[in-house]
């Protein structure tokens, strides 16, 4: 089983900034990838930002440049860190990983794994 801990979000003005972090632990083979999405109220989950386990981030077009997501693989930790933040970022964000496990001695899984999700509110 493997547990995903966030930590970081809370409430900030338009234009400011915050850090939202993200340890996984447990029992797994590797992590594939490790990265953050958020859900407004009303909307859909999508994603903000991404990173493999070499290192290749992809983001959304509405963050590029605000946002930078750094992972690291020795803690198995990924950091979201956000600036110039907009009311409409306000969301609840959600960590996932992607994780490999071994089944049977030899077999390779892989599944997803979410955290519990932490508040981010922008006031204008």
């Known amino acids: 089983q493997v547990q995903l801990v966030e930590s970081g979000g809370g409430l900030v003005q338009a234009g400011g900034s915050l850090r939202l972090s993200c340890a996984a632990s447990g029992t797994m083979f590797s992590i594939k990838s490790m990265g953050w999405y958020r859900q407004a109220p009303g909307k859909q989950r999508e994603l903000v930002a991404a990173v493999t386990a070499g290192g290749r981030a992809n983001y959304a077009d509405s963050v590029k440049g605000r946002f930078t997501i750094s992972r690291d693989n020795v803690v198995n930790t990924v950091t979201l860190q956000m600036g110039s933040l907009k009311p409409e970022d306000t969301a609840n964000y959600y960590c996932?990983?992607?994780?490999?496990?071994?089944?049977?001695?030899?077999?390779?899984?892989?599944?997803?794994?979410w955290g519990q999700g932490t508040q981010v509110t922008v006031s204008s």
């Open positions: 996932k990983a992607v994780v490999i496990v071994v089944h049977g001695g030899s077999s390779l899984y892989e599944y997803d794994y």
